[in-house]
């Protein structure tokens, strides 16, 4: 199983070298015990007594694309700000750091209303930044910062992190069984009521972590640029950093009233790999989550992509090594179709011998990298290339080869052998990615909170069952320029791309 880029992932890899030659499994073996709690909390457990370690992921069913314009980024905001604190925990003084924190928010509404002001006041605006400063200090003086990474730290934890991506948040991270229980008491803190300190230096911490990634970084900018141009009505359009209007204006009213809408219990999974028994993690979890209540489940998305109505393509000019993305749009997680787009990706640019890597790298050396993938969210998917060109050639004639590769799987059957080669990479791959606990745990709450855990289990004997006629049925219907979002950056000394005329409409952005 391939990855959904995350917030914290914005390089693409652009070769994929591995060869794999385990032989492909009917089913993979997952002792999941499953249990639900009163307040709507879900949990699973895989035990693995090999090692005296859990691995623990807190998974919640949002996303980037619950966002809405005015708040675009607000998941990923939280997630910065989810473990800066409880009352009992990250302060000296909590009656005290509430009053602070909101005269903080008063100060800094009427900044921020003053610099929006056609001729905003100088001194005003200087006074209530001193204002700021001061109340600011004052906060310093009775914040414990980091004192939830610290105890866990301390007890031994590692690999702590959390993403953001458009379907789902998660919190994970591996420590020794023993501080099981230390991993329910701080979370169940955060998930009963975070204090969000550090607020507006955070927000300005996300805003430089955007003009690193998209505004300064050329192929940032091309794939934000893409991804808004082929999803038009979906809220995938929405970047999951945020549009920077949004990031910079985002309050403290916006982020909790957002927080109470889908962090909550009945919103969440907690799934546990490792040395644990399943009754005493359920018993541990109840413990400490149970009597947290739960929340009105959100309205469902219902938003539908629009169907394309010709290709679209986009330049973007930069001083940059020039590269460019394709992408279709395709189909549901869930779709029966998802496993044939992982094994096209496989014979396109699995390993060495794959076919996009053998004729462009190799043979005809007309590109230093190139990659496919099938992106993985719970909606409609795009299935995704990626190439770097080889001076002197261009992304236009990239591009044309890479595109007569894919013709080619819509007028001839796969072979035998080179689809079985690809069933082989993806189980023997999958196997190996639930090796780790802490792998097999994230990857347990992510895809339970998208399609349902079993996904995982049923997922190699769902490819182990594509056929050379599926591969080439679903060329036929979904490889088509009329579906296609292209994207090329290019030196701005060249001139921008042409737009392709199709049989439906043609778009160029730029």
């Not at 693995?48 to 998941?75: C, F, K, M, N, Q």
């Not at 005003?124 to 906060?139: D, F, G, N, Q």
């Amino acid at each position: 199983m391939k990855r959904t880029p995350t917030i914290a992932t914005t390089a693409v890899l652009i070769v994929w070298t591995a060869a794999f030659a385990a032989p492909a499994a009917e089913t993979l073996e997952l002792d999941v015990q499953e249990f639900e709690l009163d307040n709507g909390l879900k949990v699973l457990v895989v035990e693995r007594h090999e090692v005296p370690t859990v691995a623990v992921s807190l998974t919640y069913r949002v996303g980037s694309a619950d966002e809405w314009t005015g708040i675009t980024g607000v998941a990923h905001f939280v997630e910065h700000l989810y473990d800066k604190g409880t009352p009992m925990l990250g302060t000296t003084d909590a009656a005290l750091e509430q009053k602070l924190i909101a005269q903080e928010d008063e100060v800094m509404l009427a900044l921020r209303a003053e610099q929006r002001k056609a001729e905003p006041d100088s001194q005003k605006v200087k006074e209530l930044t001193e204002r700021y400063a001061a109340i600011k200090a004052e906060h310093d003086k009775i914040t414990v910062s980091g004192e939830i990474d610290k105890l866990l730290g301390e007890a031994g934890a590692n690999g702590k992190n959390a993403t953001t991506s458009y379907d789902r948040t998660n919190y994970f991270a591996s420590l020794p069984k023993n501080k099981f229980e230390l991993w329910c008491a701080i979370f169940s803190q955060i998930m009963r009521g975070p204090v969000f300190r550090e607020f507006y230096e955070e927000q300005q911490v996300l805003i430089e972590e955007r003009r690193m990634r998209v505004d300064t970084s050329p192929p940032g900018a091309l794939w934000e640029t893409l991804m808004a141009t082929a999803y038009v009505s979906h809220p995938y359009h929405h970047p999951p950093l945020g549009w920077p209007d949004d990031m910079a204006s985002t309050t403290r009213d916006d982020v909790m009233a957002f927080y109470t809408r889908y962090y909550a219990p009945n919103q969440a999974v907690i799934s546990i790999v490792g040395d644990i028994t399943a009754p005493d993690a359920v018993a541990m979890i109840g413990k400490y989550f149970g009597d947290i209540p739960r929340q009105p489940a959100p309205e469902p998305r219902h938003t539908t992509e629009l169907e394309a109505r010709g290709e679209k393509t986009i330049t973007v000019e930069a001083d940059a090594q020039p590269r460019i993305y394709g992408a279709w749009l395709t189909v549901d997680l869930a779709d029966a179709d998802y496993p044939v787009f992982d094994l096209i990706a496989e014979i396109m640019t699995g390993g060495r011998t794959a076919r996009l890597y053998k004729r462009l790298i190799e043979e005809e050396q007309i590109a230093v990298g190139i990659a496919t993938w099938m992106m993985d969210m719970r909606d409609r998917n795009l299935f995704m290339y990626v190439g770097i060109p080889k001076a002197p050639h261009t992304v236009q004639e990239l591009d044309a080869a890479v595109l007569e590769e894919f013709e080619k799987l819509k007028g001839e059957l796969v072979g035998e052998r080179e689809l079985q080669r690809a069933k082989n990479q993806i189980a023997a791959g999958f196997v190996r990615a639930m090796e780790s606990n802490l792998d097999l745990a994230t990857l347990l709450g992510e895809y339970e909170v998208m399609v349902g855990w079993e996904y995982l289990r049923d997922y190699v004997a769902r490819a182990e069952a594509v056929t050379a006629e599926d591969i080439q049925s679903v060329a036929r219907a979904y490889f088509n320029r009329a579906g296609r979002v292209v994207g090329y950056l290019v030196p701005k000394s060249q001139p921008p791309a042409q737009e392709v005329q199709t049989g439906g409409a043609s778009e160029t952005a730029e």
